[in-house]
């Protein structure tokens, strides 16, 4: 059949039942995205004759004979659409994976002027999960956020990320947006029992079956045990993981692997494998799971696998007590006590994980993988298949997205099995309802506080009980739980301090890393719990929180007070932050306009994070300058969306005197780059920003060295002397391309090991409106003060912000990944599973404390994950100043806030 694609004429044919988006990539339309190909999200969004259409609900022959335009075709990069300059100005995305649908959609509909709740409601089929869509409605409105790359050179300016051009038509490669070669597709038969052994696998049928190469199982899998999640030390995860197990621990779970020459061939072979399952106790409930006589999780595991007791299904614990707890409770002249729990959450990245790989020219393996650390899955791919390093290269392209959840070596091994096993390139692209049932999630947390203070309100005893619900794998367990319990407590004064801390193993879908590590869930708990201190004193919570906060000069103690860490506080706003918090919640004048009939309430939060993640984060950089008088940067980190490819490409233009656009910045390719641990715990900036940072001024005392020996040169013509250091194509009065000439490939070497580390600060404010009579909430006004050190690109850290708070919104309000009481997620869809659409998040105001960091590059400390911390607790507390009562549950849902306000 024919259809217009951008108009072209192109001649497909469809397989039947295919659909228009899956045809389009087939073709090479790799603008058109996949996001969920149930039509919630509208990353594959075309115009079908003018009208935006999701691709992935479009029989493909229904589009026979009519015209489609993607965003590659309402513009090129050269040449962009009105819409697509719109989103280049305002900085309208971050991982950028929506965009090309959303400026599809903007322009279809003609989209343009105030975002108005109707224009929200026209943009309801298009999802953002990074931005907070702040920046998305700036670009419908025509607001300009950044400035050309050309317009200067310092480091705190908003210049346009370098990749805006390509992301807003469709044309920037993420993981599988490459042209495949010959390439074979993975389908995953799971579990589908919560705790099974498999008694037998009978594959015959399946690998008769047409287009199959292979059925792996068990049998097939690598005798080495391993931890989905990444870390610098692979010993700081348990070792309680096989690529394909016998025994299945969690709906979903990998029971069989077909790989075939399709994935429809793959997926219909997967029907045909007979497995005979001995079905074993489960158990979901975390604090069940501790109980004596509990079915064991990983009671088969010895010493080596490193968890701490498997016969209680505790993978992590910690019980600490500094000065006396009891004594400060009863000195106490206010105590506090309360249990709050936290619930499951989908990191809901718009691109799902997915990984292509090959054996190269020379027989290595090749893995394109939507990775936030490929050195460390290298690590860990060549520890699994018994490898060297070196016979295995890990590259990404932009990835759509991570939030910590791709931290984690969820496709990478089985490709890397499929690939060894077959020889074919093997690419496994995870769906919409894995990412919902078998990726991590946030961690469930239940948290019990117990507080006591003076007449004053000065913390006299703090003690905290925390259980967590790692699932069925300890990936991450063990340090989620030590995170979540350390800056929490630590931010605070306090002689007397408790912690008891479990992280257990349960017949449920594995936790994992998120944004804020823990922190988010403890945070809950003890930010409600000073928020009722507060009203037993009698002062407001601001006056509280500078009463009892950490002040320079404190170490941060969380239970061990000969504690020597390497954590302090190298730069402090906390102060500021609180202050403009304050002051700006006192500003009604932006107030949202408050629904009849509910009732209004303030609250706040603070929170403190570290700016890098203990023990060892580490990055190699290197600087050099190219022939045509621009300099590449070479950098191990990741991009997918916290932009650090403009930070960096800011802080090289910063030591070199240059402007961004003359920085060609090569990021994460195992065989390229110089090693980095990773793009997590918002290490881009601090980590591999310094390390680039100082391997550019290196390269420019190379370059002054070298132009000073041009200049000497005794047969160098007279040069004129322009009186700078350093200028865009002229060093010292040497043009930048002679000196390229003479000393070709010079090279400025940078490196930063992470340590020691310094500590960022959020304070979160919100004024709200319940209605008692049906539970639901508005936020009339929300507002963020941070404190990052020096702001390096004022635009991409509002964003982050935004970003940051918008999904905290979602935690706190409506996001729950449900499961019923046999472990099976009944939410596995963005349908089932309320991820905030435009319509949902407020305005929130961002401020920014004035600090400069002695630690991290040009004084910047990170703040991506940080924004998140505090957003659930100030709402919390905002609902229980508005109803009187308080909650103790999320998501904080109108059923349950409605429930709270009846009598019981
Ligand atoms: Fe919208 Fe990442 S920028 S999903």
Not at 136 to 153: E, K, M, P, Y
Not at 475 to 503: I, L
Not at 732 to 749: F, K
Not at 871 to 882: E, G, K, S, T, Y
Request: one cysteine or more.
């Amino acid at each position: 059949m024919k259809l217009e694609v951008n108009g072209a004429q192109l001649d497909v044919d469809p397989a039947p039942g295919q659909v228009l988006r899956t045809v389009l990539r087939d073709h090479g339309h790799t603008e058109v995205k996949k996001g969920c190909d149930a039509g919630d999200c509208g990353a594959c969004t075309v115009l079908l004759d003018g009208r935006p259409t999701h691709s992935c609900l479009v029989p493909a022959f229904r589009a026979e004979g009519r015209s489609v335009t993607t965003a590659s075709g309402l513009g090129t990069v050269e040449s962009l659409h009105p819409v697509q300059e719109a989103f280049v100005d305002a900085a309208a995305f971050q991982c950028g994976f929506c965009t090309a649908g959303y400026v599809t959609t903007v322009a279809g509909l003609g989209l343009s002027g105030e975002v108005t709740q109707d224009v929200a409601r026209a943009l309801k089929g298009n999802l953002c999960r990074c931005t907070g869509y702040r920046s998305i409605c700036d670009a419908v409105r025509g607001t300009s956020n950044t400035v050309d790359a050309l317009a200067g050179q310092d480091a705190g300016r908003s210049v346009r990320a370098p990749a805006a051009r390509r992301i807003v038509t469709g044309t920037e490669p993420y993981t599988l947006d490459v042209p495949d070669v010959d390439l074979a597709h993975l389908a995953v038969l799971g579990s589908p029992h919560a705790h099974a052994r498999i008694v037998s696998i009978d594959a015959r049928k399946a690998s008769q079956a047409p287009g199959v190469l292979a059925v792996l199982t068990y049998e097939d899998s690598p005798a080495h045990h391993f931890s989905t999640a990444r870390h610098e030390s692979r010993l700081d995860d348990p070792d309680d993981t096989l690529v394909l197990d016998r025994v299945l621990r969690f709906r979903g779970q990998r029971v069989a692997v077909v790989v075939a020459d399709s994935l429809r061939e793959a997926e219909r072979a997967r029907a045909l494998i007979e497995v005979e399952y001995e079905v074993l106790p489960a158990v979901v409930d975390p604090d069940a799971a501790r109980r004596p006589g509990a079915p064991l999780v990983h009671g088969d595991k010895g010493p080596e696998a490193r968890i701490s007791e498997p016969g209680r299904n505790v993978v992590a614990q910690l019980h600490a007590e500094m000065g006396s707890v009891a004594a400060g409770l009863d000195a106490a002249a206010h105590r506090v006590h309360g249990t709050w729990s936290t619930s499951r959450v989908a990191h809901a990245s718009l691109e799902t994980h997915a990984t292509r790989g090959w054996l190269d020219e020379d027989g290595r393996l090749v893995l394109r993988t939507s990775t936030q650390v490929p050195y460390l899955t290298r690590k860990e791919i060549a520890h699994l298949f018994d490898l060297d390093h070196s016979q295995v290269r890990v590259l990404t392209g932009r990835v759509g997205g991570g939030f910590g959840g791709k931290q984690e070596l969820l496709t990478e091994d089985l490709v890397a099995l499929a690939v060894l096993r077959t020889g074919r390139p093997v690419q496994y692209e995870m769906t919409r309802a894995d990412e919902f049932t078998v990726v991590p999630s946030r961690h469930p947390f239940r948290v019990t506080v117990d507080l006591g203070s003076d007449a004053d309100g000065v913390l006299t005893a703090l003690k905290i009980d925390v259980l967590a619900n790692t699932g069925a794998y300890g990936n991450h367990g063990p340090g989620v739980m030590f995170h979540g319990v350390n800056e929490s407590v630590s931010v605070y004064r306090c002689a007397n301090k408790r912690v008891d801390a479990e992280s257990v193993y349960t017949h449920t879908m594995p936790s994992g890393a998120f944004r804020g590590y823990g922190l988010g869930q403890v945070q809950l708990a003890i930010e409600s719990a000073m928020d009722e201190l507060a009203r037993l004193v009698g002062i407001d919570a601001f006056e509280l929180r500078r009463r009892n906060v950490v002040v320079p000069g404190d170490r941060l103690l969380v239970t061990d007070p000969d504690e020597v860490g390497d954590l302090d506080m190298h730069s402090y706003g906390l102060d500021q932050c609180v202050d403009l918090a304050q002051a700006a919640l006192a500003d009604r004048s932006l107030d949202a306009p408050t629904p009849a009939g509910a009732l209004v309430g303030e609250g706040m939060a603070i929170a403190m994070i570290a700016t890098i993640a203990p023990r060892g984060h580490y990055a190699e950089a290197s600087v050099r300058l190219l022939d045509d008088g621009r300099y590449e940067a070479r950098v191990g980190t990741t991009e997918f969306g916290n932009g650090t490819t403009t930070v960096h490409a800011q802080l090289v233009a910063q030591a070199l005197g240059t402007t961004v656009d003359r920085v060609v910045v090569r990021q994460s390719d195992t065989d390229v780059t110089g090693y980095d641990t990773g793009a997590f715990a918002s290490a881009g900036t601090v980590v591999a920003g310094l390390a680039l940072h100082r391997a550019a001024l290196q390269l420019r005392g190379k370059i002054l060295a070298a132009a000073a020996a041009l200049r000497d040169h005794p047969s160098d013509e007279p040069r004129t002397w322009d009186g700078s250091v350093l200028g865009v194509d002229v060093a010292d009065g040497v043009r930048l391309v002679d000196i390229a000439a003479a000393a070709p490939g010079l090279t400025g070497q940078g490196t930063h090991d992470g340590s020691p580390r310094s500590v960022a600060f959020n304070v979160h404010a919100f004024r709200v409106a319940v209605r008692p009579d049906t539970g639901e909430v508005t936020i009339l006004r929300s507002v963020q003060a941070v404190d990052a050190g020096t702001v390096l690109h004022p635009e991409q850290l509002r964003g982050q912000v935004e970003g940051g708070v918008g999904q905290a919104i979602g935690t706190a309000l409506f996001e729950e990944l449900r499961l019923d009481d046999e472990g099976r997620v009944t939410t596995a869809s963005f349908r089932a599973y309320h991820v905030p659409q435009m319509i949902d998040l407020p305005h929130t105001e961002v401020l920014f404390a004035q600090t400069t960091d002695s630690l991290g590059p040009l004084g910047a400390k990170s703040m991506s994950e940080a924004p998140y911390n505090p957003v659930a607790p100030a709402l919390a507390n905002a609902i229980r100043d508005a109803l009187g009562v308080r909650p103790y549950e999320l998501p904080m849902t109108p059923d349950r806030l409605w429930r709270l306000t009846q009598p019981s």
